[in-house]
C-alpha cells in the first residue's frame, strides 16, 4: 500500500509511470498553477508578483527577490528560492523534481530549468523521471541556458548564454556550449 503522495514520490526522485493510479494528480496541479500564472504574469507591481509567487511555491518569497514575468512553471511546490534571486523575463521552471534556487543567484531571459524526462524505451516514455537541479548561491545563468535535471550549478559559477548543462558545474567557473565545458575559471578580486 501506498503512504506517499505522488508529488512526495517525485520528489524523491521515483519514476512515474503513465499507467499509475494517481497520475491524473500532476495535470490537476499544473492546470491549477496555471490558473495563479495568468494572475501573476499579468500582474505589474513587485510585490504583487511575489505574492502569487507565495501562492505558487506554497513558501514565502522574500521582498529582495525580484521576478520579470512572465515565469512559466509547471507544479511550483517543488521550487525553493532564496533571498536577493533575480528572474529575468520568460524562464520555464519544469520543478517536480525539485529546483533550489540559493540567495544571490541571476538568472536571464529565457532560461529554462528541466528537472523531469522521461525513458528512452518507447514503451516506457509516457512515465516521468524526475530528479532536481539546484543552483548554489551567486551563480548567474545567462540568457537561454538550460539546465537539464540531475545538475548542480556551484557558487559563484557562471553558465554562459545559450548552453546547455547537463552535468554538474564547479564552484567559480565558467561553462558553456552544447553541451556545456569548463571555459575558464573565476579569479577571485
Not at 94 to 122: F, M, R
Request: aromatic share 6%; hydrophobic share 40%.
Amino acid at each position: 500500500m501506498e503512504t506517499q503522495d505522488i508529488f512526495e514520490r517525485l520528489r524523491n526522485g521515483e519514476t512515474i509511470s503513465s499507467n499509475d493510479a494517481k497520475a491524473y494528480k500532476m495535470r490537476e496541479a499544473s492546470f491549477a498553477t496555471k490558473k495563479i500564472l495568468v494572475q501573476m504574469n499579468n500582474a505589474t507591481e513587485p510585490e504583487e508578483i511575489r505574492s502569487f509567487l507565495n501562492q505558487i511555491t506554497a513558501s514565502e518569497i522574500d521582498e529582495s527577490v525580484t521576478v520579470f514575468t512572465p515565469l512559466h512553471i509547471n507544479y511550483g511546490k517543488h521550487t525553493k528560492i532564496g533571498k536577493n534571486v533575480f528572474i529575468n523575463f520568460d524562464c520555464v521552471f519544469l520543478d517536480l523534481g525539485g529546483i533550489t534556487i540559493e540567495d544571490n543567484v541571476q538568472i536571464a531571459p529565457k532560461v529554462s530549468l528541466l528537472t523531469e524526462s522521461h525513458p528512452l524505451n518507447p514503451n516506457e516514455r509516457q512515465s516521468l523521471i524526475p530528479k532536481p537541479i539546484h543552483i548554489k548561491k551567486n551563480a548567474w545563468i545567462g540568457a537561454n541556458a538550460t539546465i537539464l535535471q540531475d545538475v548542480t550549478i556551484g557558487e559563484y559559477a557562471v553558465v554562459a548564454a545559450g548552453s546547455v548543462v547537463t552535468e554538474d558545474v564547479p564552484d567559480n567557473v565558467v561553462v558553456g556550449g552544447i553541451p556545456a565545458k569548463i571555459i575558464k575559471e573565476i579569479k577571485s578580486i
